[in-house]
C-alpha cells in the first residue's frame, strides 16, 4: 500500500533547493527553465520509460502545494517507492510538530543552571529517529524521570534536520504519558 501525502503544511515545509539536490543525486536531468517560476526535469527508467515533472521554485504560489504533491506522485512512480520514503529526503525543517517517544539519553547536565541535552527515539514519518533537544528547568526534570522510569513523553517544538540528524529546536508542551500504565 502506497500512502500519498496530502497535507498542506507537509508540503509547503518542501524547499524547491533540497528537491533540486535530491533530483541531482538520483540521476535527474534539468532540461528547461522557466525564468523563477519553475524547473522541468526528465530522468529515462529502464522498466517504465520516461519520466519528466516541474519542480515549482516559488513557495509562496497558492498552488504550491498542489505542484509539490504532484511531483511526490511522480518521483514515487519514477523511484519505485513510497511518498513518504521520498519526503523524509526532502524535509529540512517542519515547524510546531509534536513528537511522541520515549528518552533515550541523558547528557550531563550543564553546571550553571537546571538544563541539559536529550536524545529522544521518536516517530518522523513513519520512522523511528533519533531527536535530540535541549531542555531547562522543570522540562529536564521531566525527561530525568521519563529516561529513568521508561515513560513515554510528547513534545512541540520545531524539528530541523542537519545532517541527517534531526535536532527538536524550541521545545515546549513536554509532557509524561503515564496513561499507558494503565
Known amino acids: 500500500m502506497n500512502v500519498t501525502v496530502k497535507d498542506i503544511e507537509l508540503l509547503k515545509a518542501i524547499h524547491p533547493q533540497q528537491v533540486a539536490t535530491y533530483l541531482q543525486a538520483q540521476g535527474w536531468q534539468q532540461k528547461q527553465q522557466i525564468t523563477d517560476q519553475a524547473i522541468i526535469w526528465m530522468k529515462d527508467n529502464q522498466s517504465h520509460g520516461q519520466f519528466n515533472l516541474v519542480l515549482p521554485l516559488n513557495p509562496d504560489v497558492p498552488d504550491f502545494p498542489v505542484s509539490m504533491n504532484r511531483l511526490l506522485e511522480t518521483l ?3 523511484e519505485e517507492c513510497s511518498q513518504l520514503d521520498i519526503l523524509k529526503n526532502l524535509i529540512s525543517q517542519l515547524s510546531n510538530r509534536t513528537i511522541q ?3 533515550m539519553e541523558i547528557y550531563s547536565p550543564n553546571p ?8 529522544l527515539i521518536g ?3 513513519t520512522q523511528l529517529c533519533k531527536i535530540k533537544t ?10 530525568i524521570k521519563a529516561y529513568q522510569e521508561r ?4 513534545c512541540t517544538g520545531d524539528l530541523i534536520k542537519e545532517d541527517n540528524i534531526f535536532i527538536l529546536k524550541n521545545p515546549r508542551n513536554f509532557t509524561l ?5 494503565n
Open 76 to 78: 514515487s512512480q519514477a
Open 101 to 103: 517517544g520515549v528518552v
Open 112 to 119: 550553571d543552571q537546571l538544563s541539559g541535552k536529550i536524545t
Open 123 to 125: 516517530v518522523i514519518f
Open 134 to 143: 535541549e531542555l531547562f528547568d522543570h522540562n529536564y526534570i521531566q525527561a
Open 151 to 154: 515513560i513515554p513523553i510528547s
Open 177 to 181: 504519558d503515564e496513561a499507558w500504565k
